[in-house]
């Protein structure tokens, strides 16, 4: 009995507060991804065709590109 009560990872008093605090930072984590692939695609949208080239991608290839970054 006294392992189970020593578990590492055994509910803690704050629990239910704990778990909507993790929900909230969960969306925001993911609405901040989001946002940061939204700027990639918009930076990267603006180069030239010559820039784009030296990097290695064709305009066509940008949501591939950012999709494969960030999700």
Known sequence: MEAILHRPNRLHPGFPFTTIW????GFFTVVNRAL???RLYTRMSSLSPAQLE???LKR???PQFVAKKYF
């Open 54 to 56: 030296r990097l290695g």
């Open 36 to 38: 940061e692939a939204q």
């Open 22 to 25: 993790n929900g909230f930072k």
């Open 60 to 62: 066509d290839d940008l």
